[in-house]
C-alpha cells in the first residue's frame, strides 16, 4: 500500500498538512499521537499499557507502535498519510518494510516560530476539536464551536513540555533526514509560511520524484 509521512519539529504543522494530503488524495489518514490519546481515554487494554508507560515517563516502545497502526490501518484503503510516525529509525525501518513509502515530507521550522504557534494552539476538553488563536479562533473566546466545551492548552503544549519534545525531536527524530536523504524519499518543505503556502509546496512536490 502506499503511503506518504511528515517529520518536523512540534509545530511545524504535521498535523493540518496531513490532513489536507489525506483529503487531496482521499488516503486513510493516521495520527499516532491521537490513536494514543483516544485510547487512553476511553481505557482500553492498549491505553492502559500506554498510560503506564507515559505515567513511568518512559518512550511508548516501537513494538507497541507498530501494534496501534496494524490495528488502526483500514484494509480497503487507497493509500495512507502518516502524522507522528515514523520518530525512530526502528520505526522509518518499518515503514519501507511494509508499506510503500513514497516520499517523506520534512517541514522545516525555527523553533522560535515553532513556540508562537504552539502557544496559540487551543484543544476542546470535551470533543477534542482543535483550534488556533491566531489562525482558526473560536467565534466566542475559549468556547468551542462544535460542542460549546472549554477550550484548554494541551499538557503537551505547555512550555517544560515544549522543551522536553524538542530535546526528544533532536536526539531521536532528526536522523531520520538523514536515513530517507540515503534512501532518497526526503523533501524538504520550508514551513514558515501560511498553511496554504506550505501545501502548494507540497503539492508540487508530489508530481516530482
Partial sequence: MNCYAFIGIQGSGK?????????????????????????????????????AIIQRGELVPDATVFELVRLNVSSDALGIVFDGFPRTIAQAEY??????????????????????????????????????LNSQPPHTKDICDKCGGLLIIRNDDKPDAISKRFAEFYEQTSPLKEFFIKHNLLVNIKAEGTVQDIFDLLKVNLASR
Fill in 15 to 51: 498535523g493540518t498538512q496531513a490532513v489536507l494530503l489525506s483529503e487531496y488524495l482521499n488516503y486513510q489518514h493516521i495520527n499516532i499521537g491521537d490513536l494514543f490519546r483516544y485510547n487512553i481515554k476511553n481505557n482500553t487494554p492498549m491505553g492502559q499499557t500506554v498510560k
Fill in 95 to 132: 515503514l519501507l518494510d511494509h508499506y510503500q513509502l513514497q516520499k517523506v515530507f520534512y517541514l522545516d521550522l525555527s523553533e522560535t516560530t515553532a513556540i508562537q504557534r504552539i502557544s496559540a494552539r487551543r484543544v476542546c476538553q470535551s470533543c477534542g476539536e482543535n483550534y488556533n
